[in-house]
């Protein structure tokens, strides 16, 4: 787009306004040229905006392809850290091999051909791992069969193929199976869809096969069908003659869709299995797996193949209850030795967290421990500390895995898990990490309090707001105390932790409501009202948890709460000052006897504040107008202060009511120093000052003082200061009175 001069003009940076305007009158029709450079400047403006739109698009692709990268570099290096890692580890075990050799025999192998056993072990143990761990999930999902026993570490995963299974009598097709493979034996199970009324399981449970001294074999129908009918068939007909049940004679006559076929059956053909492939190589790696794994299992009770088998895959495969019983090995009590247990330890445990066994591993974290520390040798100590190293490291490995579903159980949105909290709780007892633990379970109290405690609404009534939230608060804190102690954390270890919870929580509460409790349009009664609601409940819990809660409740409002008081006082100082300057010492007349007494029945209901009779002349109130008022605020004042304050605030207390007392003694003091005043005379003002000398003494600061003694204990200076100045005042008044 071309831009004319005009626009150019009005977006340089030395534009001159008056000159632009000059230019346009001079040159004749302002309208159209005002208008004409308008449309030149919105084109201009579009076209920067469409600009810049491109740009910030080019831009942030850029960022979103670079992120994009960044993440991927992060992958491929976390991967190749992991694979750094293993040939490390590998290394130094195949370095650690060389050592033991030389130290053992004098000599020692290729170091090259100790790094490839290594990586070969490795290889196989991952796998293997990996396996157990997949089939594991599998064997779940099976409807009607009990895995507890495939734990048993001499047997490992081989596979899981789809296999056809027929009937060796009749050569008809029985089940469409899935056939789970073990070194030791078949597990034949069958699909199962998922529908409305099914939704976990995936298997149903079939048939257990056990591979030992078995044979598999390619069947041929027209040879083997009459031999081994007749074998099943005589079987059964002793099974039936007992049971005196008549058998069907078999038929071989019939038609069969056999493809391509092979038996599997035991040496005394107890048990005789016919299964169909879908091709001829199929059958072949199906005969030679099978027979495989009987050949092995027949060479393990072979102890020379055994220890080779064992050495060869790291001994991962063995018994487990033959290497983590009680009772210690000979190797052990002799200490001449690594067990082999010891040296997979570390690896056994990290299969056990994979497949979330944590009993078990910490059951070899704690055998693996028990033995370090009796363990004397130092040679064998030596030896044996890359192994008890890599337990350690698997300890870590392990705690980290048991934590996180621990966290996970308690913050199950479903509810609270308690057997599994509690099996995960003991575990970590049993490693020395239950304070972890605890502070699990801590921060997951700490998110429920927040959320309830933020579900409360406001009220239109703050203290309807307050007493709600310590309802929620105090008995969310009454929970989490019973609720530690039957996880069995509270002992001395975990008890500071609770403790130090609770007073975080009071503290965090305390805060949320100071804007509410301490607010501006709060007077002090209500201020008094709701630090009581919150004592009260901090009191009760108490009682409860045997926990001092309120101390701590005290400890945070503390400050806020001198802060406000001495505001409160401020108002009732310049409240008082403002009255005496409109009243002037004025006296109060009634009409009648009947306004009297209903003025006085009023001031029946200021409790603490005493009768007014006596001061009466008739009817003549003698104490100042002002005073009286002053009474009965400094009397509220000091019940709303000692319901607000703490005992340790005693002296802070005096202080107030000294502040207060002493406010009202000056006005009379300066009373007394005026002899004539325009309103009275100074006979009659004498009596006045007198009269609310003895009002002040008997009916405002005795009250006030009783009310003190309740909260705080006997008043020990500040307020028998003021009373002493007032009987001092009032000795002087009346006796100028006699003269």
């Known amino acids: ?85 293993e040939e490390a580890g590998t290394l130094e075990q195949a370095m650690s091999d060389f050592s033991a050799q030389r130290v053992q025999t004098g000599q020692g192998d290729n170091v090259a051909s100790l790094v490839a056993q290594q990586k070969t072990q490795q290889g196989r143990r991952k796998s293997t791992r990996f396996a157990r761990k997949s089939v594991f999930g599998h064997l779940n999902k099976i409807e009607g069969f009990d895995h507890e026993w495939l ?7 081989v596979g899981n193929r789809d296999l056809d299974e027929y009937d060796i009598v009749s050569l008809k097709r029985m089940h469409d199976l899935i056939v789970i493979i073990f070194s030791d034996c078949l597990i034949l199970t069958l699909w199962t869809p998922h529908h409305a009324k099914n939704t976990h399981t995936e298997y149903k449970f079939v048939e257990l096969v056990h591979l030992d001294k078995t044979e598999a074999s390619v069947y041929v129908p027209d040879k083997e069908s009459k031999s081994l009918a007749a074998q099943l068939h005589l079987d059964k007909l002793q099974i039936n003659f007992k049971l005196h049940a008549p058998l069907p004679v078999p038929n071989h006559n019939q038609n069969h869709s056999l493809r391509f076929p092979f038996i599997l059956q035991t040496l005394n053909h107890s048990v005789i299995k016919l299964f169909d492939c879908e091709s001829e190589e199929e059958r072949t790696d199906w005969i030679e797996t099978l027979n495989k794994l009987s050949k092995e299992l027949e060479d393990q009770n072979k102890i020379e193949t055994a220890t080779k ?92 895995s048991m934590l996180e579903p621990l966290r996970c159980t308690m913050d199950c949105p479903m509810g609270f898990d308690r057997p599994m909290v509690v099996e995960l709780i003991g575990l970590t007892k049993m490693l020395g990490v239950v304070y972890s633990a605890a502070m699990l379970y801590l921060d997951h109290r700490s998110r429920v309090v927040a959320l309830a405690v933020e579900a409360v609404k406001p009220e239109d009534s703050a203290l309807n707001y307050v007493r709600k939230c310590c309802e929620v608060l105090f008995e969310l804190i009454s929970q989490t105390v019973e609720e530690f102690a039957s996880l069995q954390l509270m002992d001395s270890q975990h008890r500071p932790a609770l403790l130090g919870w609770t007073r975080y929580r009071l503290q965090l509460f305390c805060g949320q409501l100071s804007p509410v409790i301490f607010g501006s349009q709060m007077t002090m009664a209500a201020l008094a009202y709701c630090i009581q609601q919150v004592r009260n409940a901090a009191i009760s819990t108490s009682a409860v948890v045997k926990i001092d809660l309120l101390s701590t409740i005290d400890a945070a409002f503390e400050e806020e709460c001198v802060s406000c008081i001495d505001q409160y006082m401020d108002m009732l100082i310049e409240d008082f000052l403002a009255g005496h300057k409109e009243s002037n010492f004025l006296v109060i007349s ?54 607000i304050c703490h005992g340790g605030m005693r002296r802070q207390a005096e202080l107030w009511l000294s502040r207060g007392a002493a406010a009202a003694v000056q006005i009379l003091k300066e009373g007394t120093m005026v002899s004539q005043y325009a309103a009275v005379r100074a006979e009659a003002l004498d009596e006045l000052l007198y009269a609310t000398t003895q009002f002040l003494t008997l009916n405002v600061f005795n009250g006030a003082q009783d009310i003190f003694t309740k909260k705080f204990g006997p008043c020990e200076y500040f307020l028998f200061v003021e009373k002493d100045t007032l009987e001092e005042l009032a000795q002087e008044l009346k006796a100028r009175l006699k003269k």
């Open 1 to 85: 787009m071309e831009v004319d001069g005009t626009t150019e003009a009005l977006y340089s940076e030395d534009f001159d306004a008056n000159e632009f305007l000059s230019g346009m009158i001079a040159g004749g029709d302002i309208k159209s040229q005002l208008e004409e450079s308008w449309r030149s400047v919105e084109q201009v403006r579009d076209k920067a905006m469409a600009g810049i739109r491109d740009s910030a698009f080019r831009y942030h692709s850029g960022i979103l392809t670079a992120s994009r990268e960044i993440r991927t570099l992060e992958n491929e290096l976390e991967e190749l850290r992991g694979v750094l890692l």
């Open 309 to 400: 088998k064992a050495i060869e895959i790291g001994e991962s495969l063995d018994n487990i209850m033959n290497r983590y019983r009680n009772t210690p090995t000979h190797a052990e009590v002799l200490l001449e030795k690594i067990p082999p247990w010891f040296r997979e330890g570390a690896s056994d445990i990290e299969d056990h967290v994979e497949m979330r066994e944590y009993n078990e591993a910490v059951e070899i974290v704690l055998r693996a421990q028990k033995f370090w520390q009796r363990l004397k040798d130092w040679p064998t100590k030596r030896g044996a500390l890359d192994l008890y190293r890599r337990v350690v490291k698997a300890r870590e490995k392990l705690i980290k």
């Open 151 to 157: 734990k048993n570490r001499d047997r490992y995963f």
């Open 590 to 643: 009634f009409d009648n006897k009947e306004s009297m007494r209903m003025y006085l029945s009023q001031q029946k209901s200021m409790e603490g504040l005493g009768s007014l009779l006596p001061y009466f002349d008739n009817l003549t109130l003698k104490v100042a107008q002002e005073f009286v008022r002053f009474g009965q605020a400094f009397l509220q004042f000091t019940r709303d202060m000692c319901t």
